[in-house]
Every structure is written in structure tokens, then in C-alpha cells.
């Protein structure tokens, strides 16, 4: 059973940048891939952005490319997700995933394992 916890998060201004962090347990954290996915009001949750077990790959949503990158480290048992130039529309939860069964993957259907999701405001 994979344990996440988030931090980070908040109120930011359009522009600004935010970095959301999520630590895991309860498994070797290298034989993880790891998602970043958001949830806004009245919206279905979305995929953000994956890394791969090695850190070696990393995919990201078309709204999000240019601006968010995520990275881990293995020592730390840590994934990050840098959020830069934030939009309103980025305005959501965020929620961190695992995975034991794919090398990489987008799809939220395939991360069984969920952080407790962190808001995200973006506004003047």
C-alpha cells in the first residue's frame, strides 16, 4: 500500500509560480511512476503531467506544456510538479498518483494510488 502526502499549494497571482511537492511510503518509490492530475469546480479530474520510474520520460497536458515540469527524487522518495507563469484556469486541486503497473502512464485509470489533492488558486 503506496502512502502520498502533498504540500504546497495555495494563492497565487496570475504569473506567479507555485511547486507542489508529494512524498511517498510503503513502497520502494523507484518501482513508481508518478502523475500529477487536477480537479476544478464542476469539472471531471484531469491529467497534468507523468514521470516515468526512472525519472527518464516525462509527458505533460497540452495546457500545461511551457509552464509545469514535473521531477522527482528517488533518494527523497519525492515527486514535484514547478508550476510557473500560473493562469486562472489552473485554478483547481491537484492531486498526486502512483502506479506500480506501467513504466509511465497518463491515464488516470491506471494510478491506484492518491495523495490527499492540495488547492491551487490563481487570482488577483
Known amino acids: 500500500q503506496v502512502q502520498l502526502v502533498q504540500s504546497g499549494g495555495g494563492l497565487v497571482q496570475p504569473g506567479g509560480s507555485l511547486r507542489l511537492s508529494c512524498a511517498a511510503s510503503?513502497?520502494?518509490?523507484?518501482?513508481?511512476?508518478m502523475g500529477w492530475f487536477r480537479q476544478a469546480p464542476g469539472k471531471e479530474r484531469e491529467f497534468v503531467s507523468t514521470i516515468s520510474k526512472s525519472g527518464a520520460r516525462t509527458y505533460y497536458a497540452d495546457s500545461v506544456k511551457g509552464r509545469f515540469t514535473i521531477s522527482r527524487d528517488n533518494a527523497r522518495n519525492t515527486v514535484y510538479l514547478q508550476m510557473n507563469s500560473l493562469k486562472p484556469e489552473d485554478t483547481a486541486v491537484y492531486y498526486c498518483?502512483?502506479?506500480?503497473?506501467?513504466?509511465?502512464?497518463?491515464?488516470?485509470?491506471?494510478?491506484?494510488?492518491w495523495g490527499q489533492g492540495t488547492q491551487v488558486t490563481v487570482s488577483s
Open positions: 498518483a502512483a502506479t506500480n503497473g506501467y513504466y509511465v502512464s497518463v491515464s488516470i485509470a491506471d494510478f491506484g494510488s
Open positions: 510503503g513502497r520502494t518509490f523507484s518501482s513508481l511512476a
